[in-house]
């Protein structure tokens, strides 16, 4: 996957998931969390450029063993920060129900996936280069 394929595709899914958030917020006890909804989005997006950039960097390593711990650090690290995001939100802004998760879930569970995508084309990328 080359750079400008990972930036379109990035863009792609960051405006699909934009265009639900702005649907979700319409609904009363969403809109009143739209501060946590765009930062989820917008920390998912760092951490996506973050991936692919270390991912293939890692993926074109001498050690094949890099490429699978780093990710396994990525993955251990974005629970510790999505679990800290929620605390740290619900514990500043102390939200009257758990309603203020429902925009978060639909970033994650649109970002996970592509993650795992690109990740797996990454994967390939090193294979390609040191078998091919």
Known sequence: MSTAQFFTQLSIISLFVA???????SLPKIGAHQLFSWTSLGLFVVLSIIMYFTGKYAAL???K???TLLMMGFIIGKLILCGMLILGYNSVFEPSSNLFLIPFLVVYLFFTPY???????LG???????HG
């Open 19 to 25: 265009a639900i958030l702005f649907g979700l917020h």
């Open 115 to 121: 993650e795992l995508y690109f990740l797996i084309k």
């Open 124 to 130: 390939r990328l090193e294979k390609q280069q040191t």
């Open 65 to 67: 063993n890099d490429f």
């Open 61 to 63: 390593s001498d050690n």
